[in-house]
């Protein structure tokens, strides 16, 4: 058997080329990064008529060869060969959307060019003809010398020819050759030849479905209420039933922790898998439903097309901080969980700004912080109602969003141009929905996080629980072994600094302890006040601590300490998940690093700042 | 035969045959890479609900393009 063919997929964004690597490669695919550079490579294998294995690269998205953007020069390198990590492609599949030819032979007639052998592939046949459009696909494959397999990639119409089309021995090279190098008009004026008597149009004037839909969905008016009752039912949703595969993933862990205890002597490596590795895993694997809710719904919106309304809709209110409105969806998701919200940055061309987004994405007020908020503010507003307290909830919520606004204006006054700073968002016709492919992509994006930030969290849980557990001390009372573990000692140690914020040194050990993750202060509190087991009453932990006072024999929590730690909360990067996944999406430590010194320092400076100036105003 | 002016000053479903446009480097490359040639027809569909950006047909595609963009395209 002659050696494995490596096939690459290449074509415009918003091609089908997704719909097309499913369906030739099925689950038999693998995700990475090109080494260096922020950009998606993946790989599958599929099986030819033959039964023979071949390889399949899906290329970036890309509109020609004359690169532009890190995708762009990606494609190029790995077609001409440049790429030491990828191999040359022994043959080229080049989709094109039959209802704008033109267009997509720019790139098509390019890669034709690099002498490779070609298959052409005519996706979205049906849209062609709802337009009007037919086209001469022999007539076509006569011209260029390489098949022409017209197709609807999304039904699987076509795949049969595909498969003759590949499992030829020898696929046949292009005969074309236009010599007209990067002269964008000339070579458009060689397409119009080559599609010369190939292409028949239609007289439609009619609306099409997607001008229809386009009319209510981006309407001045029902377009908003329809994005509002959409994005509702996402954060319901999230909120809602994801607590229940929520509570189930909770119980299980518990139940396996108490599997654990009951078969295993007390010690340190009990301690180790019940607190350590069961805890730290069972933390991660916890914020898996709403992921999977985020991103099946991020998913659907992309596959519908519906995504590009919204960034159109949304653009106006984000380019005045230099984002697009590609970068709404991730930011907002984003308000849940940070990672899914990192992770669906992915639907951003642009480097620079996804970059900016990714940057400024942990500062929306995801729901981890929300424990840590609710005990703080019942300790500022003991006898404050419902009302008050939601007030300062909802101030927390607006200091996030300005926080995202104004570090965003920051990082694009700073951040290095590229070159290009033009805007084209492509409004592609409404889809309806391929449930395949939204479940394969969820299923991919879900092992991706399990997977990288899963490992790294893994090892990061097992160091924070050995810092507080070790040192051990001669005491039974877990309050007194944390102050004499290494978490403990560096509460006392951070006392200095953090006092100037109105912290004391038990306030340090929970801040310590929340870099693992925020809400992991309320149980570190427990900790602490109790005495106990992380999971105390919550109301006695709360208690505790409104009687906590200081030297002088004011409260410990008085309102300026609790406005203080509640601001430093807002910003401060205290959430291993999201260093795990920042590294992962931007391929570097250094990005991560950053995004860790700049919050927690700009978190510091915010909270010195509120409790200092408070003083003015409070005692 | 219409005055030269922006895409960006057109009315909403009118229709006009693209001229120059003073976007210039990669930005320009991309938009001729992608079918605004001068003389193709190109036609603004609608204005975002809030003003900006503008959604225009062009060359087989439905393209967005901000205010401030579309104000450095013209017609012939």
């Known amino acids: 058997m002659a050696d494995t063919r490596l096939f690459a997929l290449v074509g415009n964004p918003n091609t089908g080329k997704t719909t097309l690597f ?27 008529r033959h039964g023979n294995e071949f390889r399949l ?24 060969g440049e790429r030491a990590d990828t191999p040359r492609p022994d043959a080229v599949i080049c989709l094109i959307d039959a209802s704008n030819l033109e267009r997509h032979f720019y790139l098509a007639t390019q890669v034709m060019e690099l002498g ?110 329809i994005l509002l009752g959409i994005l509702a039912g996402l954060f319901m949703t999230i909120f809602s039933v994801a607590t229940y595969p929520m509570d189930w993933i909770n119980a299980g862990f518990g139940w396996l922790g108490e599997q654990v205890k009951a078969s295993m002597a007390a010690g340190d490596l009990r301690s180790l ?21 985020l991103f099946f719904f991020i998913g659907l919106m992309e596959n519908t097309g519906y995504l590009a309304r919204v960034s159109f809709m949304m653009d106006r209110l984000m380019s005045g901080v230099g984002l697009s409105g590609k970068a709404f969806v991730p930011l907002l998701s984003s308000y849940a969980c940070a990672i899914p919200g990192i992770m669906a940055t992915r639907t951003m061309e642009s480097a620079r700004d996804r970059l900016i987004t990714i940057l400024v994405a942990p500062i929306t007020s995801c729901s981890a912080r929300l424990p840590v908020y609710l005990m703080l503010i019942a300790l500022m507003l003991p006898i404050g109602n419902a009302t008050q307290k939601a007030l300062v909830l909802l101030g927390l919520y607006g200091l996030s969003i300005l926080g995202v606004y104004a570090f965003a204006w920051v990082f694009n ?3 290095e141009k590229t070159g290009e700073t033009l805007m084209v968002l492509e409004l592609p016709s409404y889809q309806s929905p391929s449930w395949r492919e939204v479940l394969m992509q969820l299923l991919e994006r879900g092992k991706i996080f399990l997977r990288r930030a899963g490992t790294v969290i893994l090892g990061l849980s097992i160091l924070l629980w050995a810092l507080t557990t070790y040192p051990k001390s ?10 004499h573990s290494a978490a403990g000692r560096m509460g006392k140690a951070i006392e200095p600094v953090i006092a100037p914020l109105g912290y004391d040194w038990k306030m340090g050990v929970g801040l310590v302890a929340s870099f693992a993750a925020r809400e992991v202060f309320v149980s570190t509190m427990s900790i602490i006040y109790l005495g106990e087991d ?43 998940s999201t260093v795990a996944v920042t ?9 991560p690093i950053f995004q860790v010194v700049y919050l927690t320092g700009f978190a510091y400076i915010a909270a010195l700042a509120t409790y200092q100036i408070s003083g003015f105003f409070l005692t | 035969m219409n005055d030269k002016k922006a895409i960006g000053q057109l009315g909403v479903g009118e229709t006009a045959d693209l001229g120059e446009m003073s976007l210039n480097g990669s930005a320009g490359e991309r938009l001729r890479e992608m079918g605004l040639l001068p003389g193709a027809p190109i036609r603004l569909v609608r204005r975002a609900p809030l003003g900006c950006p503008l959604e225009f047909e062009v060359a087989g595609a439905r393209l967005a393009i901000r205010g401030r963009d579309a104000a450095r395209i013209f017609t012939q």
Not at chain 1, 23 to 36: F, H, I, S
Not at chain 1, 276 to 284: F, H, L, S, Y
């Open chain 1, 583 to 591: 590294r992962r999406e931007t391929n570097s430590w250094r990005w």
């Open chain 1, 273 to 293: 898998i019940t607190e350590g590795i069961i805890g730290g895993v069972g933390g991660v694997l916890i914020f898996l439903p709403q992921i999977l809710i």
């Open chain 1, 57 to 80: 690269i899906d290329l970036p998205g890309a509109y020609s060869l004359d690169a532009k953007s890190p995708d762009e020069e990606v494609t190029c390198a790995v077609l001409h």
């Open chain 1, 116 to 225: 490779l052998p070609t298959i052409i592939v005519l996706n979205k046949t049906d849209e062609a003809a709802e337009r009007g459009i037919t086209i001469a696909a022999k007539k076509l494959e006569e011209r260029l010398g390489v098949p022409v397999v017209p197709m609807q990639a999304n039904a699987r119409v076509g795949m049969e020819q595909l498969q003759v089309a590949l499992s030829r021995e020898e696929p046949p090279k292009p005969k074309w050759e236009s010599m007209v190098g990067n002269d964008v008009a000339a070579r458009y004026e060689k397409i119009n030849a080559l599609l010369e008597g190939t292409v028949a149009r239609g007289d439609v004037e009619r609306l099409t479905p997607t001008d229809r839909w386009d009319r209510v969905l981006v309407h001045p008016v029902w377009g908003w209420v």
């Open chain 1, 534 to 576: 992380a999971t105390g009453e919550g109301n006695t932990v709360r208690e505790k601590m409104a009687k906590e006072k200081r030297a002088d024999g004011t409260p410990a929590y008085n309102v300026r300490t609790c406005l203080s730690l509640l601001v430093f909360y807002v910003f401060a990067m205290q959430c291993l």
């Open chain 1, 413 to 415: 006054r700073t951040l």
């Open chain 1, 22 to 48: 499913n369906a030739l490669t099925g689950l038999r695919q693998k995700v990475a990064n090109y080494p260096g550079v922020t950009v998606e490579k993946k790989e599958g294998t599929g099986r030819d």
């Open chain 1, 474 to 483: 001669d005491s039974e009372n877990a309050s007194e072994q944390l102050a």
